[in-house]
């Protein structure tokens, strides 16, 4: 195990952004993570405590006791509350301690005193609303047509990398590695090795498209802002890659710590009816394993990248979807760190 620490880069620019910004949607880790007993999460500079109540419904707290501290992850689910195991404190999910049992009645009983969050499952994710303090309704969790269109198929697939989210996000907005990186395999053979590019803003975020050449290879991504940050791409796929025309990804990248990433594919089909049977037998019989494969490429280019990699680069044009997306999530921690300490002053 590595050991993880939260992120505390010096400039609160880079701290915001490497932690990862709030007030959006995360994905934090598969559904399948959290089944009968409670499970501790470090993600996006925090410890996270995650459980069920007996209906299924899943709960989210800081695991951190308000009494003392202690793990609430390691105390006894009580429906919609945690029962920490040190001294008992009962805390619901919306953070309002309801029990003291040592010492009842005192004023810590009836107090929101612990930080909760929203948390939804969709798609074989928990999504967390990363938010500093209580937030009664959150802003609504949209995500892609890829995901929710009901002619789409999905499967998830998750890592976890050694590396900054940062990197991650660098390697889907640089179409041209699918020329080089990933030329071997059986999707991105094709195409030139030279492209110009161009960014196109589109509702939501932008698009980092070459002029010349689309339909061929990894030849565009785009980011998208919905409450939620995420990527996508689509690969043209050859017949022997089953129905539904170009395959998409989706991807969203969450800090566990700041050299460690959750990753999150969807892998995306658009098929229904038969099709779709047909398409994920394929997928799993067939598929999952060459996708594996290139994954694992990037994997290896991410991991093997020093931490202040991005200190000491030489960008050429191909690049300018990174320079982008990076002053971008620049400006944005600005404008929350801004309006963090207009909201102090105020206070
Ligand atoms: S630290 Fe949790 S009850 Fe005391
Ligand atoms: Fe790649």
Redesign the pocket.
Known sequence: MIPIQIAKAADPVEALLEAGLRNLWYPICPSSFVQEQPVSLRRLGRKIALWRDARGTLHALEDH?P????PLSQGVILGDRLA?P????QVRCDGVVTKVPGSPGCKLEGSRAALSFHVQERHGAVFLFNSDTHVDTPPPLLLPEELEGAEWSNFLCYVEWKGDHRYVADNVMDPMHGTFLHKQSHSMAEGESEAQFQIRATDTGFVFEKTGQKGVNFDWTEWGSTNIHWMRLAIPYPKTGGPGGSFSIVGCYTPIGPNMTAVFFWRCRKVSGWLRDTWRFLYRNRLEARHWHVLEQDRVMLEAMEPDANQREHLYAHDVGIVRLRRQMKQLAKEQLEAQAAAKVAA
């Open positions: 006791c009494h003392r501290g202690a920490c040190y001294h008992g404190v």
